[in-house]
């Protein structure tokens, strides 16, 4: 049991990380109860004999993990670690003074804006009554599917008629295909460092979650036959091309083994790809070479603008029914407004002109990250949205973080993205979209130096 509070005397410098690491224990041994009320700031200062600063710096660090959570006017409680989803990004009040390499998300510029704006401002005089009016989803979506079958293609991907529903996004994709392959009690395998909101998603279902050993192609095949072999794994989650967090890209030939073994296995495959074709040249989707078994989705918001909240579900034939019914009593229908401008947009080439305005900005991106980390150990995949990058053994990922957050960047640990508590990851996820360009060159810069250095405590005064 965690003695609380903690004797000043007990603590190590840095003192604000010690201290987190106590609340962090305390919280870990039901020492501090979810939902119990910790001291203001200034309080626990007084307590324990520390400055109101380093208080408010190991609070920061705990709201970081997930453990604590602070309300305005209402004070700050523990949440405690269970299957809540632990967002690798900073948040909005913690990230006004940092470089942010922590969130996912493609490049914006002002071009992004005027775009949207012109597709409103036209939208004005020629949107179609059934945006506005109809309720029934086959009604008010059926007009944008040869839209999106043409997308769809882009992604390398041929769909069968009835095969595609239009969705709300990537998550609301995935929720719908895990609720249709998949019931409670269920065994769900994917990578052991994986999909950052699948861990609460499949605890909301009743899903169990097996992390699989990968490689720089991903998942091993020889790991997920052992895992199939006792006959309990219902599906396999996948992120084969740049998308998981340590960048790897599955070649074609990993791709048909692993859709070999899950048809020897009659298990099903989820496979996001998110970014769709946002990088060139890469394999076939496994949709592609396992339709039969296969759920794929992709969306827009990465690889054109955030703004564009909408994505395709394919399903295999055999569960066109059963999807669709699961997307009904989930979503009932993704925005027809949102459909409507990605339908136009597909059309008209304003798309793929966004989709190579994109992948010129993170070709450059990545060329950035080439030549400042060439002394570094990392792994990138082509035109892709992050880098991972692998720290030395004299470095724990936490330290790495709190000094990167020290020296004014923000990345995402490699525990964030573990699909079980005892997953060993030594790496961080470092994200090329959001800084601008010379933000990224000095984020980048600063963290090929600290990779390079050995730790050391940080001089902050008790």
């Known amino acids: 049991m965690t003695i609380w509070p903690p ?82 990004f900073v948040t909005d009040s913690a990230q006004e003074s940092l470089i942010d390499c922590s969130i996912l998300k493609p490049v914006c510029a002002d071009v992004h804006l005027q775009t949207m704006q012109s597709a409103l401002l036209g939208l004005g005089t020629e949107l179609r009554r059934s945006v506005v009016t109809s309720f029934r989803p086959a009604n008010a979506l059926q007009p944008y599917t ?15 008629v009835g095969s595609v529903l239009v969705t709300n996004g990537n998550t609301a994709a995935m929720t ?21 909101t699948l861990k609460a998603l499949a605890a909301y279902l009743g899903l169990r979650l097996k992390g699989l050993d990968t490689d720089r192609e ?5 790991d997920f036959h052992r895992a199939c072999q006792d006959g309990t794994v219902r599906a396999l989650y996948v992120m084969p091309s740049g998308l998981n967090p340590t960048a790897a890209m599955m070649g074609t030939e990993r791709r048909q083994d692993i859709a070999a073994i899950a048809r020897r296995f009659d298990v ?21 070479i396992a339709p039969e078994r296969t759920f794929y989705f992709t969306g827009f918001s990465k690889c054109l603008m955030p703004g564009l909240r909408i994505g395709c579900l394919v399903v295999p034939t055999s569960a066109i029914s059963a999807s669709a019914n699961r997307h009904l009593a989930t979503n009932w229908i993704a925005t027809p407004l949102m459909a409507e401008i990605a339908a136009n947009w597909i059309v008209d080439g304003t798309a793929d002109a966004l989709l190579e305005w994109q992948k010129q900005a993170l070709n450059e ?47 995402a640990p490699g525990s964030v993205f573990a699909v079980a508590p005892d997953t060993q990851s030594r790496g961080v996820r470092i994200c090329l979209g959001s800084p601008s ?18 730790p050391e405590p940080v001089a902050l005064a008790l």
Not at 182 to 190: E, K, L, Q, Y
Not at 218 to 222: F, K
């Open 437 to 454: 360009t010379e933000d990224l060159e000095r984020a980048l810069r600063i963290l090929a130096q600290l990779a390079q250095s050995v």
């Open 218 to 222: 991903g998942i091993l095949p020889d």
């Open 176 to 196: 719908i295909a895990l609720m249709t392959v998949a019931r409670s009690g269920d065994v769900i395998v994917t990578e052991k460092l994986g999909h950052h």
């Open 268 to 288: 099903k495959i989820i496979e996001n790809d998110a970014w769709g074709p946002l990088q060139t040249n890469r394999p076939e989707p496994i949709a592609h």
């Open 7 to 88: 004797d000043k005397n007990d603590l190590k410098r840095p003192a604000y990380q010690s201290l987190a690491e106590w609340v962090a224990s305390a919280i870990r041994d039901n020492t501090l109860k979810p939902g119990l009320r910790l001291p203001t700031h200034r309080e626990l200062a007084y307590q324990i004999g520390l400055s109101i600063h380093t208080v408010s710096r190991a609070y920061e660090e705990l709201v970081r993990r997930g453990l604590i959570v602070a309300h305005v006017g209402r004070g700050t409680f523990v949440r405690g670690e269970d299957n809540e989803s632990k967002t690798p």
């Open 146 to 160: 040869p839209s999106f079958e043409k997308w769809l293609q882009t992604c390398g991907l041929e769909t069968s």
């Open 365 to 411: 991106r990545n060329m950035i990250a080439a030549k400042e980390l060439a002394s570094s150990s990392y792994a990138s995949s082509p035109n892709g949205l992050h880098v991972w990058l692998s720290l030395p053994e004299t470095w724990t990922e936490q330290e790495f973080v709190a000094q990167a957050h020290l020296n004014g960047v923000a990345v």
